[in-house]
């Protein structure tokens, strides 16, 4: 089966059965209702059968007690700008640790453009300089891939984030590529150029080149490992982060409150959420091209009106469908997560 249902305390690897765990580790127990993995295998399994031949993954833990629910949940899948929640906090971590002020200024200069999208690309040279904090929150909240591929740069690169999670715990996340090179593999095109800041010229040039190449680059990016993560994966990611383990009190906060009032994927998790529920979450997607799309993600933290805590991952990998049908999946997805922990 590809659903699995376990009792995972963070820093514990084996797989265990909901009765074992039960009967043997009664102190890792959450005083929160166990997750109703009947509901979840009957209905995620149906979402994930209509989302076909795109493949879903989909993981949910309990914060308090660990307790965690799997489809898929060990399969890597492209995060595309999902990436930028762990890119958040390794940078709000440099700002704990002294190296870097949210009120520090950076000037962009053309090199410092990347590919759409991007509002703070398609405003250059109109403006050129932020500060640290205004790229932290058009990189987490807005996506903006010119702001990420700043602030990572202005951190040490991927390398770096990569190796502040490792140091942290979180195993299976890996960032390996700015934006301005992700972006242009996936497409199947050259070096980034000035001129294709703005999608449409971006698209026009991706088009132009043949169809063969495109689907070549394509498919070599869904095979990639690099910038992939699975969904157990990220889930360790967002537990640690909810529960302060990443960074300070002020920075998990100020993290938190960026991915909460983030604007995009109104119509994935958020769409099904439960009456009185917040998301702090974080969207990724790749461009559809050839009439596929690589990547459709959202991932975050589920508070119930009642307070307890969910930590959530949905990735929907290289889906032939449109965009409200691939939302509408990960909104359903939601919709079954609330029936089942309630």
């Not at 009967?23 to 009947?38: F, L, R, S």
């Amino acid at each position: 089966m590809r659903r699995r249902t376990l009792l995972a305390v963070l820093g514990v690897s084996p797989l265990l059965s909901l009765a074992a765990c039960a009967e043997d580790n009664p102190g890792v127990q959450a005083k929160t209702p166990v997750i109703d993995a009947a509901i979840l295998d009957a209905e995620i399994s149906a979402i994930a059968e209509r989302a076909q031949p795109g493949v879903l993954e989909v993981a949910i833990q309990n914060l308090e007690g660990g307790e965690m629910w799997a489809w898929n949940g060990s399969r890597r899948f492209p995060m595309q700008s999902v990436f930028k929640a762990p890119l958040g906090a390794a940078a709000l971590a440099e700002v704990d640790a002294g190296r870097l002020r949210l009120d520090e200024q950076v000037t962009l200069e053309e090199k410092d453009i990347s590919p759409p999208l991007s509002a703070i690309g398609a405003a250059w040279p109109r403006r050129t300089t932020y500060s640290v904090g205004d790229l932290l929150v058009a990189a987490v909240g807005e996506s903006d891939n010119t702001a990420a591929d700043v602030l990572m740069k202005r951190i040490g690169g991927p390398g770096a984030v990569t190796a502040w999670l490792r140091g942290k715990g979180v195993n299976e996340l890996r960032v390996d590529r700015y934006e301005r090179e992700l972006q242009m593999e996936a497409s199947g095109m050259d070096s980034f150029r000035i001129a294709w800041k703005d999608w449409p010229a971006f698209k026009a040039a991706r088009d132009a080149l043949p169809e063969a190449r495109r689907r070549a680059a394509l498919q070599r990016y869904l095979a990639d490992p690099r910038d992939t993560t699975t969904a157990t994966g990220m889930l360790t990611f967002l537990a640690k982060l909810s529960k302060g383990e990443l960074l300070g009190p002020r920075s998990t906060t100020r993290l938190l409150r960026i991915m909460t009032e983030s604007a995009t994927g109104a119509n994935r998790l958020k769409a099904g959420l439960p009456p009185g529920a917040t998301l702090a979450h974080k969207t990724g997607t790749s461009a559809t091209d050839l009439g596929l799309t690589a990547a459709t993600n959202d991932v975050g933290v589920l508070t119930l009106k009642n307070g307890r805590r969910y930590s959530v991952a949905v990735f929907l990998g290289a889906s032939p469908q449109d965009q409200a049908a691939r939302e509408g999946a990960i909104a359903d997805v939601m919709r079954a997560i609330g029936r089942a922990v309630s």
